[in-house]
Structure formats: structure tokens, C-alpha cells
Nanobody, 123 residues
Framework: QVQLVESGGGLVQAGGSPRLSCAAS????????TGWFRQAPGKGREFVAA????????YYSDSVKGRFTISRDAAKNTVYLQMNSLNSEDTANYYC????????????????WGQGTQVTVSS
């Protein structure tokens, strides 16, 4: 099993550019891809971005495309989410997860979720 730990969240001003990290440990060699999801209060968990372990393919939701960039450092077993031009709608708890199979934007396609890191955007 893969263990995932997110970091990098906090209180950010609108327009800010924080970077989230997702560090993996355990059976990392079975990880095919890693995804980022977010969940705002009172809402369901929403797909944000995903990256294959080769780093060749990336996927984004329409709401973050052009503003967020997902990347990974294989040597550190870490996936990053660079967030730019934040607005209040980006306020949420951000989770990373290990992909197993299926659609990259479906929560059911992932196992081994992290505990999440809160991002709060202030205006």
C-alpha cells in the first residue's frame, strides 16, 4: 500500500501562487499515476489534476486549466501542484491519491488517499 502526505496549504491572498506537495512512501512502485482532488465545505470531492508516473501525461479540470500545473519528482517520490491566480472558489481541502484504474477524474479510480491540506483564499 502507498501512504501519501500532503503539505503546502494555508491562508493565501487572492492572486497568490502556493505550491502543494504530495509525498509518497511504501509501495510506491505500484503507483501508475497520482491525482489531486479538492473538497470545499458542503460540496463533493472534485477532480483537479492528475499525472502519470512517467510524467508524460497530465490531465486538468476545466476550472484550473491554465492556472494550475501538476508535476512530479520521481527521485523524491513527490508530486507537486503549482497553483497560480487563486480566487475564492479555489478555497478547499486538497487531497492527493494514488490512481488504480478507470477515469482519471473519478474518485472511484483512486486508492490510498492522503489526509488533505487546507487552502483558504482571502480577498
Amino acid at each position: 500500500q502507498v501512504q501519501l502526505v500532503e503539505s503546502g496549504g494555508g491562508l493565501v491572498q487572492a492572486g497568490g501562487s502556493p505550491r502543494l506537495s504530495c509525498a509518497a512512501s511504501g509501495r510506491t512502485f505500484v503507483t501508475i499515476a497520482t491525482g489531486w482532488f479538492r473538497q470545499a465545505p458542503g460540496k463533493g470531492r472534485e477532480f483537479v489534476a492528475a499525472i502519470t508516473w512517467s510524467g508524460i501525461s497530465t490531465y486538468y479540470s476545466d476550472s484550473v486549466k491554465g492556472r494550475f500545473t501538476i508535476s512530479r519528482d520521481a527521485a523524491k517520490n513527490t508530486v507537486y501542484l503549482q497553483m497560480n491566480s487563486l480566487n475564492s472558489e479555489d478555497t478547499a481541502n486538497y487531497y492527493c491519491a494514488a490512481y488504480r484504474s478507470g477515469s482519471y477524474n473519478a474518485t472511484s479510480s483512486y486508492v490510498s488517499w492522503g489526509q488533505g491540506t487546507q487552502v483558504t483564499v482571502s480577498s
